[in-house]
């Protein structure tokens, strides 16, 4: 059996490799994906993005034990571009998750990068792909750092959860609206510290507000994530958000999107290597370079010329 | 006249309107940029990085007005990838420039972006080049966020300058490889905290064992940035160090790699747009992504076929 058969009949370890092979650009990778890729769709992908110090690897944490004592399986993606400044705070919270990696229903797994962020949006579907196919039935999304990047990556999920903590910043403004408005449902965790009742009230006027999302209001749910207090009645309001997703459309028009982005990235990085190898093979791109540093021509009109040489 | 030749001609409103121009993808940004093109490539550019708190724009600030003091103009371009979770201490940096702002001398813009991070990189690639056809002799590109994104950016520079800051991390170890490779002069800002030997003597250590850099040993050099003390030091440390870049060929092999990388980068730009007005036009990509979908096909398969329809 290759790894993708191992895989479809349950090895844990051909679902590493699998996740390694993609990770790692290897020869197989794009072969054990077109294998997997008819298994995909049936996991129910949640995202969570929140503030640093919102406690998102708790939460996650907490939310994986309570799906495995409904009796569902787990996948945990904690997606981490490389920061060239890190504390070491990573390491430390993926440490925490120790006693679940015991636990053979739920898979972990981080993804970092160096250099290519799109890369990393591409290997994280991927993963979730293969966790999906793997038969996972939740497949939890982390975003570890805060940049845009892995908030485009969290807004490809099914249900997205938006995790806030009193007395982070001055108030809600401080939190770009771009998140808010994502938020399928929000929880506010820490919810034993001063300011909750402040945070609760902010969002809930704020959502009142926004009536973009006429189907949908999101709940706000207070937890104590550490203590694991109000993770099942989080639980609950996922299932509802995802059954009226299912009903309203909305989850389909999603999958659409997501299916939609991912075909134009990959696309993006075929022509791309297309090109560069047109350019290292036919070896004139050189010429045009010193021509453009000589100021002899400018950079546009290299451009144009050699969009003219490589496509249609 | 138009922008460009009142650009060329001094004129700071232009310059404005140019980067906000190119900020905002205007029609006439590839026009501005082509007239300005021959008139680029005589400004000093400076990369300024390193680990938050660490007092880049503080530092940033004082060598510009030691430049000022020489008789130098000074652009400032702070690189600052849209955060979605923002504090607001990146307004408060900017404030604090204020003084500078008054000096006709120096010219200073954040450059930001939702979304697109290949965007951002390109857009401050042009900014740079409007400061430098408009005359201005040392542009700092100072990154906010700490980002991959804007390593990538700063590493396009002439000249890196890495700060550091002694009790941030635990020790050196923290900061990852990469970015002390990058750096060409460093500077241990804060140099009156505890510490600060102790991170001096490390940073030699790893100095002396990393001997890549064979032409040009990075000096290390102590700065208190708030209070103005080393700055004129650094100055001379970075004079040196670009005195021996151009030199030994680093110089012009660096502004090569940057020619090379804007113009790869604006082709993938480019290209993207071609292929994406190519499937809207076609009309065929929403079956493709239904059949995807539909699991018929697979997306591997869907990229392959529509490499062959856009490309030669």
């Given at each position: 059996m290759d790894i993708a058969e191992e895989l479809l009949s349950g090895s844990r370890l051909a679902m590493s490799r699998a996740i390694t092979a993609v990770e790692n650009e290897y020869d197989n990778a794009v072969d054990i994906m077109q294998q997997l890729y008819a298994h995909t769709g049936n996991a129910h992908v949640i995202g969570i993005t929140g503030p640093p110090g919102a406690g998102k690897s708790t939460l996650t944490d907490k939310l994986a034990k309570e799906y495995r004592s409904q009796g569902k399986t787990v996948g945990i993606i904690a997606v981490d571009?490389?920061?060239?400044?890190?504390?070491g705070a990573i390491l430390g919270d993926r440490i925490r998750m120790n006693d679940l990696t015991l636990d053979e229903g739920v898979f972990i797994r981080s993804m970092g990068t160096r250099g290519s962020l799109g890369g990393l949006s591409r290997k994280t579907a991927e993963t979730i792909k293969i966790m999906d196919a793997a038969g996972k039935d939740i497949i939890l999304v982390e975003t570890v750092g805060v940049g845009q990047s892995e908030v485009d990556i969290v807004k490809t999920a099914d249900t997205i959860i938006v995790v806030l903590v009193p007395?982070?910043?001055?108030?809600?403004?401080?939190?770009?609206?771009g998140i808010l408005e994502i938020g399928d449902v929000f929880a506010i965790n820490?919810?034993?510290?001063?300011?909750v009742d402040r945070l609760n009230t902010e969002l809930e006027m704020m959502l009142d507000l926004n009536q973009q999302k006429m189907d949908w209001r999101p709940p706000v749910k207070r937890v104590i994530a550490n203590r694991g207090e109000g993770i099942s009645e989080l639980i609950g309001s996922i299932a509802q958000q995802i059954a009226q997703s299912r009903q309203s459309g909305q989850f389909s028009n999603r999958r659409t999107q997501r299916t939609k982005s991912e075909l134009l990235a990959m696309l993006d990085e075929q022509i791309g290597r297309r090109v560069r190898k047109k350019l290292s093979d036919g070896g004139g791109f050189d010429q045009l370079v010193a021509s453009v540093e000589s100021r002899e021509k400018n950079p546009y009109i290299v451009v144009n010329e050699i969009m003219a040489s490589v496509l249609l």
């Open positions: 571009p490389t920061s060239p400044f890190s504390g007395g982070l910043g001055d108030d809600i403004q401080a939190i770009k609206a820490k919810a034993d510290h001063d300011g």
